[in-house]
């Protein structure tokens, strides 16, 4: 089964540290998503790319995270410096977009835990 | 910013029981999906229902769309241990120009005690 994978699947962290995370979209999906789940605020949307290019990053902290497609089977999300309150599991999904977006379909993957002492 | 409501919070119920969950919003929505989170691993789509009123069946779970497309609702027959899990509902919104905005409700809590 096609399946979108996340790296790591978790991370402990200090305060101030770089984090990245990294995920592989399923071949031949073209557009990915980067999401943020908490018990408070459940899934919030960060950034997402469509053909690697970023369309929304609107959700993202801009002064510490940074989102990036370096190619189309690599997408990063970047945390610099990190803290506490960015605790949370960060999921990324992949899609195939076929004309409206009613007919897209997302896969998440698996998630990556990040915990920022 | 969207947002969908949805309830009850937190579920626990028997094993054959059946039961419904709501997801509620003040906007009107192209499409709202349903997906099924298990702890320690992403959602997973289970249904996308797109015209209002329209009616979907999986199984035991019947997914309906509300007429004004700003609700609907999961009603599940027969729940079986196996159904346990976060069910979260998305609502679809197309604004044009290739942006689009999918906003997540923050789930319903499911536990079905076998």
């Known amino acids: 089964d096609a399946r979108v994978t996340q790296t790591p699947r978790h991370k402990v962290t200090e305060m101030g540290q770089e984090v990245t995370m990294r995920c592989q979209p399923i071949?031949?999906?073209?557009?990915v998503f980067w999401y943020r789940q908490t018990m408070m605020q459940g899934l919030e949307l960060l950034a997402y790319f469509r053909n690697r290019a970023p369309l929304d990053d609107s959700g993202m902290p801009k002064d510490r995270f940074s989102a990036e497609m370096p190619d189309a089977t690599l997408a990063t999300l970047k945390i610099q410096p990190s803290e506490p309150r960015d605790s949370a599991v960060y999921f990324c999904?992949?899609?195939?977009?076929?004309?409206?977006?009613?007919?897209?379909?997302?896969?998440f993957g698996s998630g990556t835990q990040l915990s920022v002492l | 910013t969207q947002l969908l409501e949805q309830s009850p919070q937190f579920l626990s119920i028997q094993e054959g029981e059946n039961l419904t969950v709501y997801c509620n919003s003040s906007s009107v929505f192209s499409s709202l999906q349903w997906y099924r989170q298990e702890p320690g691993e992403g959602p997973v789509l289970l249904v996308t229902v797109v015209t209002g009123g329209e009616v979907k069946k999986l199984k035991r779970l019947t997914f309906q769309f509300g007429d004004a497309r700003k609700d609907s609702s999961l009603h599940i027959t027969a729940a079986q241990p196996g159904d346990t899990g976060l069910y979260l509902c998305a609502g679809s919104t197309y604004s044009g120009a290739g942006s689009y905005q999918l906003t997540f409700g923050k789930g319903t809590k499911l536990s079905v005690i076998p």
């Open positions: 071949l031949g999906h073209n557009t």
């Open positions: 999904a992949s899609g195939l977009r076929d004309g409206l977006p009613t007919n897209e379909k997302l896969f």
